[in-house]
């Protein structure tokens, strides 16, 4: 397990709602996909996720994801990212989804 966190420092991360509107791997990496994601009031972001080859980017388009959209942006291979893809830990990292279909941003 790693280290514990504080109630108030978990709190601090926004999670949102976001809607894959476009999936294109990056081609001078081994795992990147660059997902452009519409999350409503809030705007698209370009967020970089480690997720590929277990995903293809079909696999994702047009869907609903768990996004972090407050972390400070970070290049990834000279590009940068506005955010984080929430995944389960295993193997094949699954995207966490929403239970239903949410507006984005929410």
């Known amino acids: 397990m790693k280290q514990l966190v504080r109630y108030e420092d978990f709190a601090k991360l926004d999670l949102r709602v976001g809607k894959v509107v476009e999936c294109v791997r990056k081609e001078d990496s081994n795992k ?3 997902l452009t994601v519409d999350f409503g009031a809030e705007g698209m972001r370009n967020i970089l996720s480690g997720i ?3 995903h293809q ?3 994702l388009l047009g869907k609903q994801f768990i996004f972090v959209i407050n972390l400070e942006p970070r290049k990834l291979m000279g590009e940068e990212s506005q955010g984080m893809l929430l995944c389960t ?3 094949k990292l699954l995207p966490l989804k929403p239970k239903s279909k949410s507006a984005p941003g929410t």
């Open 89 to 91: 830990d295993d193997e």
């Open 32 to 34: 990147l996909l660059r």
């Open 52 to 54: 590929y080859p277990t």
């Open 57 to 59: 980017p079909e696999d």
